[in-house]
């Protein structure tokens, strides 16, 4: 059974880093599309990177753009969330979640790691 385990999460200040992983329990980048969404407080849960099953291709929200870098590293069965340049609204819960190659719908999801900016 797929499990997702999401650490990196934790107080930072604004303009600062911080990089989340997201473990797999199998090897899931061959069949697999792992996604980053979050939620903030009072807020509906929204995407915010991906990277598909095979090659390099990513998708960003609009608003991370430029800012978060998602990548894999299929060694360590791990996918990264690299946040630069980080705002306050930016805080939330972030979630990895990973979608079988056959399939529209996000299956899996890890249980979330808590992100806050300070101003």
């Known amino acids: 059974q797929l499990v997702l385990v999401e650490s990196g999460g934790g107080l930072v200040q604004a303009a600062g880093s911080r990089r989340l992983s997201c473990v797999a329990s199998v090897r899931i980048f061959s069949q697999y599309s792992v996604g980053w969404f979050r939620q903030a407080p009072g807020e509906k849960r929204e995407f915010v990177a991906s990277i598909i099953r095979r090659g390099s291709a990513t998708r960003y929200e609009d608003s991370v753009k430029g800012r978060f870098t998602i990548s894999r590293d299929y060694a360590k069965n791990t996918v990264y969330l690299q946040m630069n340049r980080l705002k306050p609204e930016d805080t939330a819960v972030y979630y990895c979640?990973?979608?079988?190659?056959?399939?529209?719908?996000?299956?899996?999801w890890g249980q979330g790691t808590q992100v806050t900016v300070s101003s």
């Open positions: 979640a990973a979608r079988y190659v056959a399939s529209t719908e996000w299956t899996y």
